[in-house]
């Protein structure tokens, strides 16, 4: 019987999810496109080494392997205001660092390597775990989306540097006598990691109907200055329908009203209890609702007047503030309209 690997199975699962991201195309889909063509690609060579050990393909995978973590961060802190220095210096220093000590200090490589990835993971988790408002260049609609793959990407490269480490240790120790069962078993426990991401995006948010209430503490710390911000721009937002435009972001939304993003996100956040990315899908639900129960337009066509991307967002989002499904609304809408 033919036996198949397990980086094989990875490597299938991750063209499956890279496929999948490229069909939905949301608004980050070229950077995540990126990451998890380099991915596939570092698994392939890491296959294709396991299987044949030659010299040239070992060469290649340490390339790859230390060029995938500031790629990852790239695709996500491009989206971040952080200053072009800053991501220039990130995106360059650490890998080229990371070559200069291969070709230095060649036993310090696999050591390197695992800071490499670690170190990228955990910022990409951090910048994750800050706030959907992190990404100001990113569309809001889809902002979300962004930070759940950013925190996917970031767990990726945790467990491959500990995989990493896990590998070395064996060859010190034991002189990778168990190194294929730990690839082996590694790449069983990132499967089912990999098949999550591709059923669900890992978005959270508030359950269907619930509606967003400011926390004790937001309550406490709201004060006159950011209650006028969040006036100032809301009423901006409905008086030039800034919500409609599908490509809007953070940054843009900014530029629009002159009030700086970060304050923007943090009137919201005080006042309302919940990120800008919410609050102006609140605008476009309310817009689509008119939509449905006043004109005859496909559900299709709503989805696209209120300012929405995605099929997949507009559902999620109408579910979430309605309680219900667009079609469902429609349906009760026109039940319940009393004739003139």
């Known amino acids: ?132 408002d992190t990404f100001i260049f990113g569309r809001l609609s889809d902002s979300g989306s962004t930070s759940s793959l950013a925190f996917i990407a970031g767990v990726f490269l945790c467990f491959s540097g500990l995989t990493d480490l896990a590998i070395a240790l064996n060859f010190h120790f034991y002189r990778g006598q168990q190194a294929p069962l730990l690839v082996a078993i590694s790449q069983a426990i990132l499967l089912p990691f990999i098949c999550f991401a591709i059923a669900s995006s890992w978005r959270p948010s508030l359950p269907a109907g619930e509606p967003v209430s400011p926390s004790e503490e937001s309550k406490e710390n709201n004060n006159d200055e950011y209650a006028q911000t969040y006036l100032r721009v809301n009423t901006l937002i409905n008086e030039q329908n800034l919500y409609l435009n599908p490509d809007l972001t953070l940054n843009v939304l900014a530029r629009k009203t002159g009030v700086p993003a970060r304050q923007i996100s943090k009137a919201v956040n005080l006042t309302l209890g919940c990120n800008v990315s919410q609050w102006i899908n609140g605008f476009r639900i309310d817009y689509a609702q008119r939509l449905l129960r006043d004109t005859a337009l496909p559900v299709t066509e709503v989805m696209l007047e209120a300012g929405f991307a995605t099929k997949s967002n507009f559902h999620r989002e109408f579910l979430r503030i309605s309680g219900m499904t667009p079609t469902d609304y429609r349906r009760g809408a026109v039940e319940n309209r009393v004739p003139d």
């Open 1 to 132: 019987m033919l036996a198949i690997p397990f980086p094989w199975f990875t490597l299938s699962i991750l063209l499956i999810l890279l496929l999948k991201v490229y069909l939905q195309r949301p608004a980050d889909y070229r950077n995540s496109v990126i990451f998890i063509a380099g991915c596939s690609l570092l698994v392939l060579m890491s296959a294709l080494r396991w299987q044949f050990d030659l010299i040239q393909l070992r060469q290649l995978q340490y390339i790859m392997a230390i060029t995938l973590p500031p790629l990852a961060w790239h695709c996500f802190a491009c989206f971040t205001g952080q200053r072009l220095q800053q991501k220039i210096a990130a995106f360059v220093v650490p890998p080229t660092l990371a070559l200069a000590l291969n070709i230095i200090a060649p036993a310090t490589t696999d050591a390197v390597l695992v800071l490499l990835y670690i170190g990228y993971g955990c910022a990409l988790i951090r910048m994750a775990l800050q706030s959907s």
